[in-house]
């Protein structure tokens, strides 16, 4: 039987191709109505604890940078927070 962890996998250091992961890790998505509007992998962690900050400072960048748009976009709007989609 062949080694099931015996594959190509993302390296913890290639954030940047998290979404290329054949394993198990977090994805946080953000959607106005039924239509996505962007997405962030976690890059994988054989453990499954996620708790490095190799983990950790790419979540927060991009929850701040889908704060900081949505924020920017209510603000220049007449749209209200009840029915905003940014």
């Known amino acids: 039987m062949p080694d099931p962890f015996a594959i ?3 390296h ?3 954030i940047e191709n998290a ?4 394993f198990l890790h977090p994805i946080i998505r953000r959607f106005c109505g039924g239509a996505l509007i962007c ?3 976690v890059i994988e ?3 499954s604890e996620w ?3 190799i983990h950790i400072q790419p979540l927060l960048k991009f929850l701040q940078e889908q704060l900081t748009t949505e924020s920017v976009e209510l603000l220049s709007s007449d749209v ?3 029915n905003a989609c940014s």
Do not use: C, P
């Open 8 to 10: 190509n996998r993302v």
């Open 39 to 41: 997405e962030h992998h």
């Open 80 to 82: 209200s927070m009840t």
């Open 45 to 47: 962690d054989l453990a």
């Open 51 to 53: 708790v490095e900050e």
């Open 12 to 14: 913890k250091d290639d």
């Open 19 to 22: 979404a290329q992961s054949a």
